[in-house]
């Protein structure tokens, strides 16, 4: 199963409200989880089955979708928000990984 | 707390072999999966495999079978990562990680070990 994020990389602002998309090449049933990575460091998970807070994760993040079409969006961004993130499959035993959207400062 | 350890950063030859390890603790160790992933320099994170730390049974990325062996030593909590036949496509940071209750979410992750492929 592959799954594809978008966009690749993004720019913006402090305050500004964010939505990743990640599509999975066949209906994936809630298995997908997002992870947020920071250069140098181990991915943080951030959202389990397509819309579960992970303990910790601040409400600003938040999850959607089911099937093949998912989102994570970021309500209103902050500084400690520009990082990369990464979707994960895990509906097949053999997991996989979107190829991450870097989230730049504009 | 949860915590995973692994060991230190490795240098090898192409054609060699390369085992890492990740030392648990805080958790009970049969309960939860134990996953490998690894990310290439610039790449995003490739799932690699697991193993069920109650059974020792593994389930291997397609990529990698055949190359990739994966075993725990349920006496002292630890699971192992060896790689054979290294290239130089192997060069990239290699994380264990928990595999959590819900959806497979990988929950706590080592600190990641870099392993180098070169001649």
């Known amino acids: 199963i592959q799954v594809t994020q978008s966009p690749s990389s993004l720019s913006a602002s402090v305050g500004d409200r964010v939505v990743i998309t990640c599509r999975a090449s066949q209906s994936i049933g809630s298995y997908l989880n997002w992870y947020q990575q920071k250069p140098g460091k181990a991915p943080k998970p951030l959202i389990y089955?397509?819309?579960g807070l992970q303990s910790g994760v601040p409400s600003r993040f938040s999850g959607s979708g089911s099937g093949t079409d998912f989102t994570l969006t970021i309500s209103s961004l902050q500084p400690e928000d520009f990082a990369t993130y990464y979707c994960q499959q895990t509906y097949n035993v053999l997991s996989t990984f979107g190829q991450g959207t870097k989230l730049e400062i504009k | 707390q949860v915590q995973l350890v692994q060991s230190g950063a490795e240098v090898r030859e192409p054609g060699a072999s390369v085992k890492v390890s990740c030392k648990t603790s805080g958790y009970t160790f049969s309960g939860y999966y134990i996953h490998w992933v690894r990310q290439a320099p610039g790449e995003g994170p490739e799932w690699m495999g697991r193993i069920n730390p109650n059974s020792g049974g593994t389930n291997v990325a397609e990529t990698l079978q055949g190359r990739v062996t994966m075993t725990r030593d349920t006496s002292i909590t630890m699971v192992y990562m060896e790689l054979n036949w290294l290239r130089s496509d192997d060069t990239a940071v290699y994380y264990c990680?928990?595999?959590?209750?819900?959806?497979?979410?990988?929950?706590?992750w080592g600190q990641g070990t870099l392993v180098t492929v070169s001649s």
């Open positions: 089955s397509a819309n």
């Open positions: 990680a928990r595999g959590g209750p819900v959806a497979g979410l990988l929950d706590n």
